[in-house]
C-alpha cells in the first residue's frame, strides 16, 4: 500500500510539509489568538500576498484544492450557468462532482490533448447565450500548470481572459501548481494571474510544500464583497486559521515558492532527461513542470509499481503519470531509473 | 483584535495545538506516503477508533467541525426531508446554513434553554410523516455536550435514539465537545455514544487540543457505503492525510482527550467558583463542562472585552459566554477574576 | 375520499376552472403557435398585467404555487441567505422543504397568531448582518391574505418593505389569494403590492378559478434580468403557454378576478354569520377572506369529514379550517350548516 | 414571431389540445374533487397505466418533460453519483442545467451521431467506479426516440438495461416522444419500456396531443416509496390534478396514442417523400419519427422560416429540423413543399 522508497514519483501531494513550512507552525502555536482569520497571522499573510500580487488584492485561506476551486466558482456563478473548462480539468474529472453539487452549474468540456483550451473552442459554446433552453455560459476556468503538466503562456491567458470579458464572462484559474508554471516561464505569480486578467485564483500550497491549506486570491474586488459568506457555507473556514496563515506567509517570503517549485520542476527534467532515449519508453507531454507522462510497455507497470508506487493515466494508452515533489533528490532519480531499467530487461 | 493575555476565555478554539499533538504532527513529516489516507498513520489512526468505540467502527476525517456535520447529515437525509435540532444548535445557528446548502432538507427546531432537546418536543413534529406537503423528519441531532455547556446523560441520549429508531429516524451527535462531555459525566466514549444509540458522531478534535481535524465515527456500518464519496464531494477529503491522522492517534493515546477536556472542565469550574458569590454576576447555566455563560452589568461588557475577549452570548439578557481550554491556567483565571472585579467595582 | 357534496369546503383548490376560464382555454386551442410564450396569447396577457400593475411590470407564468415562490426566492437570494418569513407560511409548512432546496438558503421563521409578522419581529434578526457564521438574512417573505385567512393592512406591507429596503433586503409577497385580499380590503392589486413597495410577486390563479397556472410579478425589473433562465432550470417553463396565458388574460378581464373572490369572501361570511352563535363553535380568527378556522367539539370532526370533507388545522387545540369557493353556493352552505347542526346536536 | 400558416413544421409542442383531450377536459370539470391526486379521475388513470404496463406499474402526474426527468433522476441518484447519457439527451442539451441542479450529479455524456448511445461506449466509463476522487456512474439515461427522430429497437435497450443492471445502475428512459417510438416500431408501450428493462420512464404526453403533463411511470417498485416527497419538492405536484389525469387517460383509451402518434409519423414520411429527390436537399437521419433533419442551402434558411417557421438544429452545417404533429395535413405538406421548392429555385 505505501511505497517503501523515502520519495516517490506518485504525487507531489505524498510529500511531507517543507521544514520551513514546520518551523513556521511550530512558532505560531503559542498562546490564544482570535480564531477564524481575524488574528495577526493572518493579517500579516495576507499583507504578503498584497505584495506579491499588488495592492487591493484579497485573500481567503481555505483548506484544500477542491475547496478553493468550489469557494471561487460559486463567486463567479449562479446555478442556470454553465462553466467552460478542459475535459482534463481537475474541476471535471477528480472532485466527485464538487463543483456541480456546489454551484448547480453545468461544466461544459472541451476536449484538450495537451490539457489547454483555446478561445477558437470557447467562442462555438456562446451561440447558446440568452436562450433560456441551455445553461448560459459566465465562466472559464483554466488550469495552470495543467493537469497534462504543461504551461499556459501569458499571452495565451491575456487571449482568454479578453475574449471572457468581452462577453461577460470571468475568468478562473486553478493554480493547484501555479508556483511551478511560474517557475517554468521564468516570470512573477502576478504576471501569469493578475496581470494577464485572472478574476479569481485557487492559489496551490499544498503541492508546493505546505501540511495544509490553500488560498482564493481575488483580484475582481466585487468579487469579494459576499465572499466571505461562501467560503464559511461551503464548510472551508478554518477555526486555527493562524496555522494556514503562516504556512503561506512562508511561502511567500525568500521566495520559498519559487525555491520549492523550481526544484521540482528541475528533478522532472532531470528523470526525463535519465529515460529520454530508454527504448520502449516515450515521454509523450512537454515537460514543463514537475510532471512527466510516459508511455511504458505494459507487462512492467504493475511490477514497477509494486516497487515504488505512481498512477496509469490512461490505462487504454499505457500512459503513466511520475510527479517529482520538492523534496525528491537526485537519488530519489537514480534510483527509480535503476528499477525501471531492470524491469524494461525483464521484457 | 487580539486578545493581548495569553490564555483568555474567548474560545476553546482560540488556543494552539497542544504540545504532545506537535510532537506527533512533527514525527509524521518524513518521507513520501500515499495521499487521501491510504497510508500506514491513517490506518494506525482508525485501528484506535476501534478499540476505543468497539470492533466496526468506522471513522472518516474530515477538516472541521462543520464539515464533519455536513458529511454526516448528508449520509442519513435525502433532500426531502427534515432534520430535528434543538433551535441552539450549531447546525443551525453558526453554519450560515450549511446544512440545508448540503442536504437539501429543512431544519425543524425545538426552543431549548439548556441547548437540550427532549423525546416529548420531537415527538408532535412525527404527525406529518407521510404528508407529501411537509418535508419528512428522518433525523434528530443533538450536541454533546451542548451549545450552552450543559451535558445530556446517557439515559437521555438512550430516550432519543430509541424514539428516533422506532420512527424510523436515525440520531446524528455534533460531538464538537464530546471528550468534555465524557469528562464530566465521567463516562467513557463508547458509553455516550455507541452504547446509547448514536447512530453516526462528528468527533471534535479542534476544541480539545487538536491543530486541525474532526472525524467523523460511523456506527451504524451501512452509513459507511458511501461515504467516502459524500466526504470528497464535500471538500473535506484532505490529501496529506497523515496529518489529521497522527493527531487523532495521539489524542485518543494515554486519555490526552480526558487529560485536556478534564483539565478545560476544572478550569471553568475554578473560575465559575471564583466569581459565583460576586454581586452583579450571575452564572445562568449549569457548568458542566469547559464553558460559563455569565449575566454581568451591562456597561462593563465593552470594558471587559477590550482587556481580554469574549463573546456576548445575548445582547439582550447581557449574558456572556467564557470558555476555558486545555491550557488555561489558574494564573489565567486569577488575572481574569481580577480584571472582573475592577470593572465591577467601577460601576 | 372523495366528497360527495358539489362544493365542499376542503379547500379552493378541490373546485375545478371557471366557465369562462374554461371558454379562453377553448378558444385558444386552434392551429399552431410558438411554444415557450414566443406567442400572440402570452404577449397579450403580459399587457394585461402591465394595465392593471402599471408600466414596466415583467410577468412570467408558472405552473403553480410552490413554483412561482421558489423561482422567487431564487432571483432574491444568494444560497448563503436567510429569507425571513412566518412559521405559518406556505413556504415554510407546505412545500415539503422546496425552498430551502431551491435556494439553498436558511428559512428564519417568526411566530405569529394570525399568520401576519410585524418590523418588531424582524428587526432583531438582523444583529447578524455581516457576521460569516450566520445565514444572511436578505428576503423577506409575507403572503397574502395569509394562510390563517387574515389580510395586511397597506401600511402594515409599506412598514416591512420600508423596513426590508433600508437593511438592504427585498419583500416578496405569496399572493396565492391576493384576489382575495384586495377584493376584501377594497383595494386594487396594484395597491396592495407595488404601491406599497413589493419587488416581487407569486400572483395566485388556481385557487381563484383557474384551470392551473399562477404569475411571478416583478417589480423591480433588476430582478426580470435572470429570471427567464432561473424559471427554465426550476422545471417552471410551460412548453403550451398559451394555456396559461389565456386564462391570467382572461381573469384580469372584466374584474374576473375580483367578481371570484368577492364572491367566495362573501360565501365565507355567510357561513360565519350561519355558525357565530352556535353553542360549541368558536371561528378563530378573523374571516376577512375565504377562509373560517373554527374550534368544534373534537368527537364530531369525523364524524362531520365523513360527510363533508374538510382538514384539520390545529389537531391539538381540536380547530378546523373551511374554505369557500368562487363556486360555492348558498346552497351548499346551508346544506353544510345543516350538517354541523345534525352533529352537533348529537355530541 | 409568430407562424401565419396553421401547422408548422417547428416543433410538435406548437400545437395545441387533440379534441377529444379537450373534451375530456370539459367534461372532468365538475363539482369539487379532493386537489393533489386523491380524486377518482387520477385513480382511474392510474389503473389504465397498469392496464398498458401491466401489474403493479406506479404512476405520478408531473407538469412538463424537464419535470419528469428531473423527479425521475432524483428518485435514482445521489449528488456523488454520475448519470450517463448522449450528448444529444435533452437533459443535457434543453434543460438549462436542471438535472445538475436538482440532483447535484455530474452528467457523463457520449458522442452520438444519431442520438443513441451503445454499451461499449457505456463500459470504458466504469473504471471510475469506487473511486471517490470521481463521480459515480449509477445511472443512464436513454431518450426515445432520441432527440435525432431515430428509435432504439427493443433489443438495443435491452443491451443497455441488462448491462446496466449488471454494474449497478439504474435505467431513465425520457419517453418524450415514447409514443412515436412505439408507432414507429409496431410495437407497444410496455414491449419497448418494462419488457426490456427499464426502472423509471418519463412518458411524454404534451408531444403527442396534450394541452400539458407528462407522467413518470415507475417499473423498479422500490423507487416508488419516496417519490411523492421527490415530486413535491421539486413544485411538480398539480393541485387539480384531475385535469392532467383525464389527458392521459383519453390518451391511453381506444389507443388514441397511436393514432397521434402514427399520424404524425406518417405525415413526416410524407414530407420526407416528397423532398428526397429535391436537389440541394439533404435529409441527414432515418426519418424513423415525426422529425425530419434536413441539410439545406444556407442562404434560404432565413427566408424559409419567415414564412413558416422552424429551428436550426446545426448552423455549421446549415441542417434544420422540421417535426409534423399529430394535426400535421397533407395540404399542411404540401403548401410547405410548395415554399421550400419557391425558395430553393431563387437560388
Known amino acids: 500500500m505505501v511505497s517503501t522508497d523515502r520519495h516517490g514519483f506518485a504525487s507531489d501531494n505524498n510529500s511531507g510539509a517543507h521544514p520551513k513550512i514546520m518551523d513556521a507552525i511550530i512558532k505560531a502555536n503559542q498562546g490564544h489568538v482570535i480564531a477564524y482569520g481575524d488574528d495577526p497571522y493572518t493579517q500579516s499573510a495576507c499583507k504578503k500576498f498584497e505584495e506579491v500580487f499588488g495592492k487591493g488584492t484579497q485573500v481567503y485561506f481555505v483548506y484544500n484544492g477542491t475547496g478553493a476551486n468550489v469557494v471561487s466558482l460559486q463567486a463567479i456563478t449562479s446555478s442556470f450557468n454553465a462553466i467552460i473548462c478542459a475535459q482534463t480539468a481537475h474541476i471535471n474529472e477528480d472532485e466527485c462532482g464538487a463543483p456541480e453539487k456546489f454551484t448547480g452549474c453545468k461544466l461544459l468540456t472541451l476536449p484538450s490533448s495537451d490539457g489547454k483550451i483555446r478561445v477558437k473552442q470557447v467562442e462555438p459554446l456562446l451561440h ?15 488550469t495552470q500548470a495543467t493537469e497534462l503538466g504543461t504551461v499556459y503562456r501569458p499571452e495565451e491567458i491575456k487571449a482568454i481572459t479578453t475574449f471572457a470579458h468581452d462577453h461577460g464572462m470571468r475568468v478562473h484559474m486553478d493554480g493547484a501548481r501555479i508556483c511551478n508554471a511560474a517557475a517554468s516561464l521564468g516570470l512573477g505569480l502576478r504576471e501569469i494571474t493578475r496581470d494577464v486578467g485572472i478574476d479569481i485564483l485557487s492559489f496551490g500550497g499544498t503541492k508546493n510544500g505546505l501540511m495544509f491549506g490553500e488560498a482564493v486570491v481575488i483580484f475582481d474586488t466585487e468579487l469579494a464583497r459576499d465572499f466571505k459568506f461562501i467560503r464559511k457555507q461551503s464548510t472551508q473556514l478554518a477555526s ?40 520502449g519508453v516515450e515521454i509523450t507531454q512537454s515537460v514543463d513542470i514537475n510532471a512527466l507522462f510516459v508511455k511504458l510497455p505494459r507487462e ?48
Chains 1, 2, 3, 4 share one sequence.
Open 240 to 279: 486555527k486559521m493562524r496555522f494556514i496563515a503562516v504556512q503561506f506567509e512562508t511561502l511567500l517570503s525568500d521566495e520559498l515558492w519559487l525555491e520549492n517549485a523550481r526544484h521540482a520542476n528541475e528533478m522532472a527534467r532531470l528523470l526525463a532527461n535519465e529515460i529520454k532515449d530508454i527504448p
Open 300 to 347: 512492467i507497470i504493475p511490477r514497477l509499481q509494486e516497487e515504488s508506487f505512481f498512477y496509469v493515466w490512461d490505462e487504454g494508452q499505457s500512459i503513466v503519470r511520475w510527479m517529482t515533489s520538492f523534496d525528491t533528490t537526485e537519488e530519489d532519480i537514480e534510483a527509480f531509473v535503476k528499477l525501471l531499467k531492470k524491469h524494461l530487461a525483464s521484457v
Open 128 to 142: 447558446i447565450l440568452g436562450n433560456e433552453h441551455h445553461a448560459q455560459p459566465c465562466a472559464v476556468s483554466i
